[in-house]
């Protein structure tokens, strides 16, 4: 991330004090007339506004955080059909054509598409596209639902990209280049390389130089950027870059999670001549209503409108936001914010990292991702994006009071203390402490190295939480007392095992089309072992599939889901919901087996 003395025309505090709880648009907006009638919202407007009423500030999509509008308010206003003079989406050559042509110089594509049904439909469209009828195709296991209900629908051939994982948090590293060129010299049909970046929780592969090798192998790359459509607008504020500034063939864009646009809006967007615009037309005239609402479409225009006033300030700002952010958060001990405060992206097998993401780490704590969110929202009155056991995730946006960010930090601080205080008095007596800090004084007295002395203290647990209330004492901590009651815990911590298994051990046995075409039948959970799975598994948030049709079931995938139920997680079954403690598998116990979906060699070796 870049430094915020690049932005000093556009401080935070300048920023901030100019634009308030508003933007241009909304101060013409709280003059508009409304047409509606609070009192017939019915029992969903009336729960909404209860718990608007708990004024919960929101670290959660959409960006515009409901106070920073680029559309009217009085959306049935704007509430058109394809009329005369209103243009039609799928046959744009109107004012619909000149505000897609718009959105297409700013990020710099060859053609940008507005999508009204989310880049679900993006993805649905974008692997139709791309991807033939029974073909072959790379794809990212670690993709969003979406892009496994395209590859069934063209009963497609996946051969799966599996992305390592962080050892701490069960996050999803970036795809390595070494790990495509390997899968596409194994499997020379490939169609193409789907995959994601940024992840939900901000990790950016190194999409430049996978386009570059996708293209020697001469097939396109389509990367689900949807959560990065605010990346390569400002080049000031530090963000990464777009995937379509770095070759990607084609990239899909979500506007309202990381820029203003409402909920659903997003984008499609093309480069190069890889792929037919007209076949993609085509699809998207399959996959997006043929009635799209204009207040939507609105929103989209907005956002252009938004980043060609006002947006170099508000990102500039952002980012000024950020770095206060990390200032504040530095003397985190028990918690760390990935990538953000002293928490170094080198020490991370991530090519790159959204700085917009905060991705607040509680693994080496008592504490869980579930816990910290509630905590966070009773006490502290944040309302995250999600929660997982080792982590919870709060998303930041263009439309934040970014002075948020500063009691945000302030909050995770105070919550640090405390974890801090309790590691303290569980893991060290003044007995100990006493004992192992003369023990401490006599080894650097005769001239041992910091290094040495940590190693031999840790090769008992009661050392190494000794040795940190020594280092404590004097200022400088290489173990907090939160790693120690950690390793004190040693297996009885339930989050390492509630993280996603280790799935690059899961065999695919079929095509997930042919696998939810077979036969199914409901199976208890515990005879479900080697059975061929007949339906996908996936936790929601974020959407990424446990299991997909067509996968053997292993061992830790059974004890993945029955840890998680255990846990009270909330875990989603397309075909066995209404089935508790079953799964729907493939009738025959003899499908056919297909060539392995995996090269012969390992990918998994590059770089060790």
């Known amino acids: 991330m870049k430094k915020p003395?690049?932005?000093?025309?556009?401080?935070?505090?300048?920023?901030?004090?100019?634009?308030?709880?508003?933007?241009?648009?909304?101060?013409?907006?709280?003059?508009?007339?409304?047409?509606?009638?609070?009192?017939?919202?019915?029992?969903?407007?009336?729960?909404?506004?209860?718990?608007?009423?708990?004024?919960?500030?929101?670290?959660?999509?959409?960006?515009?955080?409901?106070?920073c509008a680029v559309m009217p308010t009085n959306v049935l206003r704007y509430d058109f059909t394809e009329v005369s003079g209103t243009d039609d989406l799928h046959h744009a050559e109107g004012i619909l054509k000149d505000a897609m042509e718009r959105t297409r110089r700013l990020v710099g594509s060859d053609r940008t598409w507005y999508l009204v049904n989310g880049s679900t439909c993006g993805n649905l469209a974008g692997v139709s596209a791309i991807v033939p009828y029974d073909g072959e195709v790379i794809v990212a296991r670690n993709c969003h639902r979406s892009v496994f209900h395209a590859l069934e629908l063209r009963h497609a051939h996946p051969h799966w990209l599996w992305p390592s994982m962080e050892p701490e948090t069960g996050i999803f590293n970036s795809v390595r280049p070494e790990e495509v060129e390997a899968l596409l010299s194994a499997y020379p049909n490939s169609a193409a390389v789907v995959l994601t970046s940024?992840?939900?929780?901000?990790?950016?592969?190194?999409?430049?130089?996978?386009?570059?090798?996708?293209?020697?192998?001469?097939?396109?790359?389509m990367v689900d950027e949807a959560h990065g459509a605010h990346f390569g607008l400002v080049s000031a504020a530090g963000f990464p870059d777009s995937a379509v500034h770095q070759g990607a063939d084609l990239s899909v864009q979500s506007a309202h999670k990381t820029l203003l646009g409402m909920t659903q809006t997003a984008y499609l967007h093309?480069?190069?001549?890889?792929?037919?615009?007209?076949?993609?037309?085509?699809?998207?005239?399959?996959?997006?209503?043929?009635?799209?609402?204009?207040?939507?479409?609105?929103?989209l225009a907005g956002c252009t409108d938004f980043m060609e006033t006002e947006g170099e300030a508000c990102f500039c700002a952002w980012a000024a936001a950020?770095?206060?952010?990390?200032?504040?958060?530095?003397?985190?001990?028990?918690?760390?914010?990935?990538?953000?405060?002293?928490?170094?992206?080198?020490?991370?097998?991530?090519?790159?990292?959204?700085?917009?993401?905060?991705?607040?780490?509680?693994?080496?704590?008592?504490?869980?991702?579930?816990?910290?969110?509630?905590?966070?929202?009773?006490?502290?009155?944040?309302?995250?994006?999600?929660?997982?056991?080792?982590?919870?995730?709060?998303?930041?946006?263009?439309?934040?009071?970014?002075?948020?960010?500063?009691?945000?930090?302030?909050a995770l601080c105070t919550i640090d203390r405390e974890l801090e205080d309790e590691a303290s008095q569980r893991s060290l007596s003044p007995q100990t402490v006493d004992a192992s800090v003369r023990r401490v004084e006599r080894a650097l007295d005769e001239g041992s190295s910091v290094e040495s002395v940590l190693k031999q203290a840790r090769n008992s647990v009661d050392s190494c939480a000794d040795?940190?209330?020594?280092?404590?004492?004097?200022?400088?901590?290489?173990?907090?007392?939160?790693?120690a009651v950690e390793e004190k815990q040693e297996s009885q911590t339930p989050k390492a095992s509630?993280?996603?298994?280790?799935?690059?051990?899961q065999e695919s046995v079929m095509t997930p089309c042919d696998a939810v075409e077979e036969k199914q039948v409901m199976i208890p959970r515990t005879d479900a072992l080697d059975q061929v799975s007949g339906e996908y598994v996936y936790s929601y948030p974020p959407g990424v599939p446990i299991l997909v049709p067509g996968e053997r079931i292993t061992e830790k995938v059974l004890q993945y889901l029955e840890r998680a139920e255990r846990e009270e997680r909330a875990l989603r079954y397309s075909r066995s919901e209404a089935f508790p403690g079953k799964l729907a598998c493939v009738s025959t116990g003899d499908a056919p087996r297909l060539v392995s979906l995996k090269p012969k060699h390992s990918i998994y070796d590059f770089g060790k």
């Open 5 to 67: 003395e690049q932005c000093a025309q556009h401080s935070l505090e300048k920023y901030c004090v100019e634009h308030g709880k508003h933007t241009k648009a909304q101060d013409t907006l709280e003059t508009a007339e409304l047409c509606h009638h609070d009192e017939k919202g019915g029992k969903l407007q009336t729960a909404l506004d209860q718990y608007l009423e708990k004024e919960l500030y929101p670290m959660h999509m959409p960006g515009h955080k409901r106070r």
């Open 467 to 483: 040795f940190d209330a020594f280092m404590v004492e004097n200022q400088e901590s290489v173990m907090t007392p939160c790693d």
């Open 498 to 505: 509630v993280r996603l298994p280790e799935m690059e051990t």
């Open 322 to 410: 950020l770095h206060e952010f990390d200032e504040i958060i530095r003397p985190l001990r028990c918690l760390r914010v990935l990538c953000h405060g002293r928490d170094a992206r080198s020490t991370h097998a991530f090519y790159d990292f959204d700085p917009s993401k905060l991705v607040v780490d509680c693994s080496r704590t008592s504490m869980t991702g579930e816990v910290l969110q509630d905590l966070l929202r009773t006490r502290f009155h944040y309302e995250l994006e999600m929660a997982q056991p080792a982590y919870a995730l709060a998303m930041t946006g263009p439309g934040d009071d970014f002075t948020e960010l500063r009691r945000f930090g302030e």
């Open 270 to 299: 093309l480069r190069g001549n890889r792929i037919s615009e007209e076949t993609l037309e085509e699809k998207l005239a399959i996959f997006e209503t043929s009635s799209p609402s204009y207040p939507l479409m609105l929103s």
């Open 198 to 221: 940024p992840s939900y929780e901000g990790v950016v592969s190194d999409i430049r130089s996978i386009a570059e090798l996708c293209h020697r192998h001469d097939v396109p790359l």
